[in-house]
């Protein structure tokens, strides 16, 4: 008497997961995915320079920003890459910094039009 009803509870529990299997591949598959946004720079390499104006240095550190000799704000950085007159900028994160500094420096930076950005080091 006892096997029957231990069958009928595996057949039950078989059929659950199975549901709850075809319910989760639903919802993956039907769900979009969204991309929230971009960061435009490219990894610098070794090669020729352009000829023109010399390219900045922005120096990222925990505690500071360093755009070529003057230190700046994060608030002040995009009037400050804009004086530079779209000027190359190379971007140098020390080992200190965190990803999420990383990237609200470079979203700040985005903001100036015509900035070209280059990540060296890090």
């Not at 008497?1 to 509870?9: E, I, Q, T, V």
């Not at 700046?72 to 999420?100: F, H, M, N, R, Y």
């Given at each position: 008497?006892?096997?029957?009803?231990?069958?009928?509870?595996?057949?039950?529990?078989?059929?659950?997961?199975?549901?709850?299997?075809?319910?989760?591949?639903?919802?993956?598959?039907?769900?979009?995915f969204t991309r929230?946004?971009?960061?435009?720079?490219?990894?610098?390499?070794?090669?020729?320079?352009?000829?023109g104006t010399p390219?900045?240095?922005?120096?990222?550190?925990?505690?500071?920003?360093?755009?070529?000799?003057?230190?700046?704000?994060?608030?002040?950085?995009?009037?400050?890459?804009?004086?530079?007159?779209?000027?190359?900028?190379?971007?140098?994160?020390?080992?200190?910094?965190?990803?999420?500094?990383?990237?609200?420096?470079?979203?700040?930076?985005?903001?100036?039009?015509?900035?070209?950005?280059?990540?060296?080091?890090?």
């Open positions: 008497m006892a096997r029957p009803a231990l069958r009928k509870r595996r057949l039950s529990l078989t059929s659950l997961i199975d549901v709850i299997f075809l319910l989760l591949l639903f919802f993956m598959l039907s769900s979009t929230f946004g971009d960061l435009p720079f490219i990894a610098a390499t070794g090669g020729a320079t352009q000829a390219p900045a240095f922005l120096r990222i550190s925990a505690d500071a920003i360093t755009l070529n000799v003057a230190e700046v704000s994060l608030a002040t950085l995009p009037d400050a890459i804009a004086a530079l007159d779209g000027a190359l900028v190379l971007v140098a994160p020390s080992e200190a910094v965190t990803a999420q500094r990383l990237v609200d420096v470079l979203v700040a930076a985005q903001t100036v039009p015509g900035i070209r950005l280059r990540l060296i080091g890090g």
